[in-house]
């Protein structure tokens, strides 16, 4: 079975770091683009960055370019993103997911079931 | 960037209801357009791509249509599961579009 399995998620204060990660079972990890996409509390979805199959490319939403930074371990099947500099508006559920080609981004056909991370003094 | 605006932004049906949701493109996007349902709590599930695509597993009634700058989502005979919230998704760069929720009339 397909999964993906985000963790690290919690509070954080503003200006503070932390790290997501997403833990990917039942397919071959280094065949596909990954990405993070996030959910603010009663709002919706916004595409974060992505990452090719090999790791060579990556690609960030404007608003998280130069604070957050997207790695991935193939020999361990797991996604990373690395959150710096948080403020309150990164408050929000980060979703991992798998792109459907190995370039990326494009369309996610899994989705895992998302960490929270909240930013707050 | 290129902007995505669904509409009606809310919907109101009956089960067994033709229901037919527009995504408008600010720019051409050909047909790079996926629909994904998001049900409260859950992660999204992807529905369509390449804009009439309908993926593996996704049941016939949900259908994909549109080239170029408008899109839609139709569903062809609402079901008590497809009470939910649907997003259009474009490629360059990858955004969303704001949401359709398809409520129980």
């Known amino acids: 079975e397909v999964q993906l399995l985000e963790s690290g998620g919690g509070l954080v204060q503003p200006g503070g770091s932390l790290r997501l990660s997403c833990a990917a079972s039942?397919?071959?990890?280094?065949?596909?683009?990954m990405s993070w996409v996030r959910q603010a509390p009663g709002k919706g979805l916004e595409w974060v960055s992505a990452?090719?199959?090999?790791?060579?490319?990556?690609y960030y939403a404007d608003s998280v370019k130069g604070r957050f930074t997207i790695s991935r371990d193939n020999s361990k099947n797991t996604l990373y993103l690395q959150m710096n500099s948080l403020r309150a508006e990164d408050t929000a559920v980060y979703y991992c997911?798998?792109?459907?080609?190995?370039?990326?981004?494009?369309?996610?056909?899994?989705w895992g079931k998302g960490t929270t991370v909240t930013v707050s003094s | 960037d290129i902007q995505l605006t669904q509409s009606p932004s809310f919907l109101s049906a009956s089960v067994g209801d033709r229901v037919t949701i527009t995504c408008r493109a600010s720019q051409g996007i050909s047909s790079y357009l996926a629909w994904y349902q998001q049900k409260p709590g859950k992660a999204p599930k992807l529905l369509i791509y390449?804009?009439?695509t309908l993926q593996s597993g996704v049941p016939s009634r949900f259908s994909g249509s549109g080239s170029g700058t408008e899109f839609t989502l139709t569903i062809s005979s609402l079901q008590p599961e497809d009470f939910a919230t649907y997003y259009c998704?474009?490629?360059?760069?990858?955004?969303f579009g704001g949401g359709t929720k398809v409520e129980i009339k």
């Open positions: 990452i090719s199959g090999s790791g060579g490319s990556t």
């Open positions: 390449a804009a009439s």
């Open positions: 998704q474009q490629l360059t760069p990858l955004t």
């Open positions: 997911a798998k792109d459907i080609a190995v370039a990326g981004p494009a369309y996610m056909d899994v």
């Open positions: 039942g397919f071959t990890f280094s065949s596909y683009a």
